[in-house]
């Protein structure tokens, strides 16, 4: 087990004249649980892999304990990884697809036979040792890739979409067992993904990335509660947080002609955001004309268009399509972004913020 730091860290791939990552510092604490999180393409999986060694860094220091890695083979680092295709070998069983690595290093019959066995019971593997992995489901080779990984007790482990092949029903099983499983051997984890859900439930932080930049890194809900821009404001929460042209002027925040807070910060225009479960359809308010619904069972999202801006509800009611309805805001409860620089205004000073009568 070991704390893991990256420090200014950066990548750009031979014949690329941009970096797709520059300047990334996160400082993971033993046994915390990271997810790099963010759309296709904003260099999660090259992070991944410049700190599991199958990348070379440009840039910056990876760290894994005190040691300094950069320069060093993928096998001298003490991680283990678990990808996203699984990476099983065909002709071995389970069981020694499991003991594989430890042979490999070495390690006596004795204690490989005790840790695969411990594994297993962890996994509920124990009936499949000796099955190959294509007589297993999906989420049992899912399984045997991640006790793999167990069994090297590794400083930290590092996941790759690991659970991007299964279908949603297990990847939601699998995404609890794999959040137990780190508890318990208390493993630090760096954990990558572009699913958002699985980012929220799974962190104990999350770093969202954007264009090879760090976007925010915080606790889910401190992500979710207090979004440090507009990208991250749509990327984290379903339905996304929708985002509206407003205007301050004389400290009165308005959108189109309707005043609806007065607020501390300064005049100009300024991006409204404002999540679906925070507005609630009443007898006055923003005229949101109803183009689209989501019934949920739980919960109905119902969509529409305030004047030219779109805007997204929970509803408990009975909006129907086509309808125009009120949409009220609770002026403690909205966002405030620069428009200029999509950044988080702050503060929004929550005491400064009362509705306009
Ligand atoms: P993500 O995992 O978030 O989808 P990647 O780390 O795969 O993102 O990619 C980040 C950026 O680096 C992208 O612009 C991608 O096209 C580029 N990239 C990734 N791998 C290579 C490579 N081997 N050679 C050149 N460019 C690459």
């Known amino acids: 087990m070991a704390h893991l730091s990256l420090r200014a860290v950066g990548k750009t791939y031979g014949g690329s004249s941009q970096p797709a990552v520059a300047g990334i510092d996160i400082e993971i604490a033993d046994g915390e ?24 860094v440009s840039a910056g220091e990876i760290r894994i304990g005190e040691r300094m890695v950069n320069k ?85 482990f590092l996941f790759d979409e690991p659970l991007s092949n299964l279908d949603a029903k297990l990847r939601v099983s699998m995404r609890m067992e794999i959040r137990k499983l780190q508890q318990r051997l208390a493993t630090t984890a760096l954990y990558v993904t572009h699913d958002q ?19 925010q890194i915080g606790a889910p809900l401190e992500v979710y509660r207090k979004p440090a821009s507009t990208f991250v404001a749509s990327f984290i929460g379903a339905p996304a947080m929708s985002l509206l042209d407003a205007r301050i002027d004389g400290g009165v925040l308005s959108l189109d002609d309707h005043a609806l807070a007065r607020v501390g910060n300064p005049a100009g225009p300024v991006t409204l955001g404002l999540r679906a479960e925070d507005l609630r ?11 689209y619904i989501e019934e949920l069972g739980a919960q109905r999202i119902v969509h529409g268009m305030v004047g030219a801006q779109r805007l ?38 929550e005491a400064v913020v009362e509705p306009v009568s």
């Open 281 to 291: 359809i009443a007898p006055r308010g923003l005229p949101l004309t109803v183009d």
């Open 33 to 56: 649980f990271i997810v790099l999180v963010g759309p296709s393409g904003c260099g999660k999986s090259t992070l991944l892999r410049m700190v599991a060694g199958l990348e070379t």
């Open 197 to 215: 859900l699985e980012a929220m439930t799974l962190a104990d932080r999350l770093v969202v990335l954007n264009g090879g930049r760090v976007e």
């Open 312 to 349: 997204a509800v929970i509803d408990t009611g009975a909006a129907a399509l086509n309808q125009t309805v009120q949409v009220a805001i609770d002026p403690t409860r909205l966002h405030l972004f620069d428009t200029a620089t999509g950044r988080r205004m702050e503060p929004v000073a």
């Open 72 to 156: 060093l083979d993928p096998a001298e680092r003490d991680i283990a990884m678990v990808f996203q295709n699984y990476a099983l070998y065909p002709h071995m069983t389970v069981r020694q697809n499991m003991a594989y690595g430890l042979k490999n290093r070495g390690t006596s019959k004795a204690v490989i036979a005790e840790r695969v066995a411990e594994a297993a019971r962890m996994l509920e593997l124990g009936a499949y040792l000796d099955r190959k992995p294509r007589a297993l489901s999906g989420g049992q080779r899912q399984r045997v890739a991640m006790g793999r990984a167990i069994v090297r007790q590794p400083a930290a």
